[in-house]
């Protein structure tokens, strides 16, 4: 089994930053891609950035320029950076990893729990 523990959601003013962390455990051969979703009250679960093994990112046009993500391979751990926080940015974030259990096997996605951001105006 796989486990993703994200930390770094909370309380922040609409212009302020946060940095939200998720680190892979368990039976682990190999991760594809780690990446962040978000959903808000009422919405659908959006996609907000993912990074491939090679480092390769994409964004969500609504956090382009505002969002970074970037991944540490050694630590099996993905990074959010989140800056220029608006109050519409206020959800439920949760971390997402593809991830191979075994060599040449199948590939599988797994998720967080879930850690909030909520952002003020």
């Known amino acids: 089994q796989v486990q993703l523990v994200e930390s770094g959601g909370g309380l922040v003013q609409a212009g302020g930053s946060l940095r939200l962390s998720c680190a892979a455990s368990?039976?682990?051969?190999?991760?594809?891609?780690m990446g962040w979703y978000r959903q808000a009250p009422g919405k659908q679960r959006e996609l907000v950035a993912r990074v491939i093994s090679d480092g390769s990112a994409i964004y969500a046009d609504s956090v382009k320029g505002r969002f970074t993500i970037f991944r540490d391979n050694a630590k099996n751990t993905v990074y959010l950076q989140l800056s220029s926080l608006k109050p519409e940015d206020t959800a439920v974030y949760y971390c997402?990893?593809?991830?191979?259990?075994?060599?040449?096997?199948?590939?599988?996605?797994?998720w967080g729990q879930g850690t909030q951001v909520t952002v003020s105006s």
């Open positions: 368990g039976s682990i051969f190999s991760i594809k891609a």
């Open positions: 997402n990893a593809v991830v191979s259990t075994v060599v040449r096997g199948p590939q599988y996605a797994y």
